[in-house]
């Protein structure tokens, strides 16, 4: 039986926990080391901390897309009539 | 903006037969992400050109499309090669992978020999990610962390965790394994993290 993970393996699989990947003894064993060290709670929490915040950024830079779409709409029509070969729908 | 999309196999037909609501739809859906993933491979500059040449791909791609994998995959993948191929010839130097060291060489001088802290995380000054994000110094730092990463590491971090999409997909998408799928994210979010420890630190 493996003893209770080092912080140094807290961290190195601290992105599979937040993302639920652990098998269910190792996540069982992460969860006691946590219980026990307070800086991985920190370290951890610090770490989804920071995959929250990529997310914010994400959701404040979806606006500009709309016109966009207008212009690959016409350049997708002006292929299809260059090619009109490929015109499936048999 | 994301009306329901109808499914791939209600879908495909339409777009082969071109459908132009159809072909809207999709444009709708997809294109956002496909300019996002395009500037994780190749940056800001031209993403917007490789992703216009990825829908040109699609459409010559589409008679041939074999459903093994969703649509939605199956273009992201056609964004990633035409990304991909475009950075080797802009760039003959640049590398798609990580150079600077493994996984492992990321944290190391913060542990001491018997893998425990050698000195604890920092205390951070913020309870949300409005607050962290309030700082402008701090948004600075975050941008030019993700700027330092490798293409790859950006394109699975900017998959996952700023678009949403799941693992199995993101593999596919960059055409690595499983393992090397995590292994990029993995890197990248210890990237960033440690770009904001940083910032604490000061
Ligand atoms: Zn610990």
């Known amino acids: 039986m493996k003893?209770?993970?080092s912080c140094r393996e807290i961290s190195e699989q601290a992105s599979d926990y937040l993302d639920q990947d652990l098998s269910p003894w190792q996540r069982a064993a992460f969860?006691?080391?946590?219980?026990?060290?307070?800086y991985c709670r920190r370290h951890v929490k610090h770490l989804g901390?920071?995959?929250?915040?990529?997310?914010?950024?994400a959701s404040e830079e979806k606006a500009r897309e709309n016109d966009d779409i207008q212009q690959i709409i016409a350049l997708i029509k002006r292929q299809q009539k260059e090619s009109p070969e490929q015109k499936g729908g048999d | 903006m994301n009306q329901q999309l109808p499914s791939d196999n209600e879908l495909i037909p339409r777009l082969l037969a071109h459908d132009e609501t159809a072909y809207t739809q999709v444009v709708s859906a997809y294109h956002g992400l496909m300019v996002h993933l395009a500037r994780a491979i190749v940056g800001p500059a031209i993403a917007d050109e490789v992703a216009q040449a990825a829908w040109l791909a699609v459409i010559r791609a589409l008679p041939r499309f074999e459903r093994r994998s969703s649509l939605k995959t199956w273009v992201l993948r056609i964004v990633s090669n035409t990304a991909k191929t475009r950075l080797r010839h802009e760039s003959r130097t640049v590398s798609l992978e990580d150079t600077q060291g493994d996984q492992?060489?990321?944290?190391?001088?913060?542990?001491?020999?018997s893998g425990r802290w050698a000195s604890p995380p920092t205390v951070w000054h913020a309870?949300?990610?409005d607050d962290l994000l309030a700082s402008q110094e701090l948004r600075a730092c975050i941008d030019t962390a993700l700027r330092a990463l490798s293409p790859l590491q950006r394109a699975a971090?900017?998959?996952r965790d700023?678009?949403?999409?799941?693992?199995?997909?993101?593999?596919k998408v960059l055409e690595v394994s499983e393992s090397n799928g995590r292994v990029l994210l993995h890197r990248a979010r210890h990237r960033i993290h440690a770009?904001?420890?940083?910032?604490?630190?000061?």
């Open chain 2, 104 to 113: 492992t060489s990321i944290n190391a001088g913060q542990f001491n020999a």
């Open chain 2, 157 to 159: 971090l900017t998959l």
């Open chain 1, 49 to 57: 901390f920071t995959v929250a915040t990529l997310g914010k950024i």
């Open chain 2, 195 to 202: 770009a904001i420890e940083e910032f604490y630190q000061q």
């Open chain 2, 127 to 129: 309870d949300t990610p």
């Open chain 2, 162 to 171: 700023m678009q949403g999409l799941d693992m199995e997909s993101i593999c």
């Open chain 1, 31 to 38: 969860r006691m080391h946590l219980l026990m060290c307070v």
């Open chain 1, 3 to 5: 003893m209770m993970p």
